[in-house]
């Protein structure tokens, strides 16, 4: 998955427009986006809509955010979304792989009721939204299979923290949502899962949007959640891997191949060593991955 795009449960002509944004997962939103007094009928708009859309062929992954554990809201957003058969849930503010394995304990039961294989419902936690969860980013490895990927975000964190604002002028993160943003992705790595850039709200400044998914690419996250539309392509593209980057990968392979149990080798007057080797068979690997998703629908 290279972009997530959000969507209130309640959004109505919304949701078919993410449905067809050309996102490789729709995250239909019962949590921030959703009044409390709205959850209960949002449920419901979640569950038809899951309904309704998880039979059509070659469609974005389907992801329900529902409300934290903290919120005493989960059970209910779960009982109503899970025979509907979301790919995911995403888990909010949540901390630690704690609450993973509890909202894990939480699905394996409703997929009981409804029928579903036992891990059918994966998952993507935000870990980085209290900050109580920003000590816990290294706790999620093995927490549950079902998890799937991090993201991260500041805006919960930030009124959290008190702050009074979390990017400067030039709308680059300030060092504690810098500080977030690298803990969700070294809690990914630890737990050998996806790393998932946060939102960018700014939805009318595509080069605002461009420079920080590069910077997130660059980094190591592999995909960015979106809140509008028109921010899908560009995220898209970023986080393609191009051409040239696969075939340098391919290469490195190769060379590793061609000399077993050599620690380095050349290429073009550059040295590549195991780390490099490592970085290559997970960007291939990705690949695969993302055109077995895209033959399977
Ligand atoms: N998913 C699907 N369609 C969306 C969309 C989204 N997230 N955001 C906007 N659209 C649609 C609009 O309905 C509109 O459709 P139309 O042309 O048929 O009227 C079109 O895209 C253009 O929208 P625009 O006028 O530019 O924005 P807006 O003012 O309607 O919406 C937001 C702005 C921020 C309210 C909207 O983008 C949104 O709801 N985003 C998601 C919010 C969310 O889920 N937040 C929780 C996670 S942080
Ligand atoms: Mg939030």
């Known amino acids: 998955m290279r972009s997530l795009l959000f969507v209130p449960a309640d959004g109505g002509k919304k949701l078919d427009k993410a449905m067809a944004s050309g996102a490789d997962a729709v995250i239909v939103d019962l949590e921030d986006s959703i009044a409390p007094e709205g959850k209960t009928q949002a449920r419901a708009l979640a569950a038809a809509f899951l309904k309704e859309t998880a039979g059509q062929a070659a469609r974005p992954r389907l992801v329900v955010r529902v409300n934290g554990l903290q919120t005493g809201l989960t059970d209910a957003d779960l009982d109503a979304v899970v025979p509907a058969r979301p790919d995911a849930i995403m888990l909010p503010k949540a901390e630690g792989g704690a609450a993973v394995a509890h909202a894990d304990a939480k699905l394996t039961a409703r997929e009981a009721i409804a029928g579903l294989p036992d891990g059918h419902v994966k998952m993507v936690a935000l870990a980085t939204e209290t900050a109580q969860a920003l000590f816990l980013c290294g706790t999620f490895r093995g927490a549950s299979t079902r998890l799937t990927g991090l993201t991260w975000g500041a805006e919960d964190l930030s009124a959290e923290l008190g702050a009074e604002a979390n990017r400067d002028a030039e709308g680059r993160f300030l060092d504690p949502y810098r500080l977030a943003r690298a803990l969700c992705l070294a809690g990914a790595a630890a737990a050998e899962i996806q790393a998932i850039d946060t939102v960018y709200v700014d939805f009318r400044n595509e080069a605002g949007l461009r420079r920080e998914c590069e910077e997130?690419?660059?980094?190591?996250?592999?995909?960015?959640?979106?809140?509008?539309?028109?921010?899908?392509?560009?995220?898209?593209?970023?986080?393609?891997?191009?051409?040239?980057?696969?075939?340098?990968?391919?290469?490195?392979?190769?060379?590793?191949?061609?000399?077993?149990?050599?620690?380095?080798?050349?290429?073009?007057?550059?040295?590549?060593?195991?780390?490099?080797?490592?970085?290559?068979?997970?960007?291939?690997?990705?690949?695969?991955?993302?055109?077995?998703?895209?033959?399977?629908?």
């Open 216 to 297: 997130a690419r660059r980094d190591g996250f592999t995909a960015k959640l979106a809140i509008h539309p028109a921010q899908v392509a560009v995220i898209n593209d970023v986080f393609t891997p191009k051409r040239e980057a696969i075939e340098r990968a391919k290469a490195i392979v190769a060379a590793f191949a061609a000399s077993p149990g050599a620690g380095t080798v050349g290429i073009g007057g550059v040295m590549y060593d195991r780390p490099h080797l490592a970085r290559a068979k997970q960007m291939l690997a990705g690949i695969t991955a993302a055109g077995e998703s895209a033959k399977n629908g």
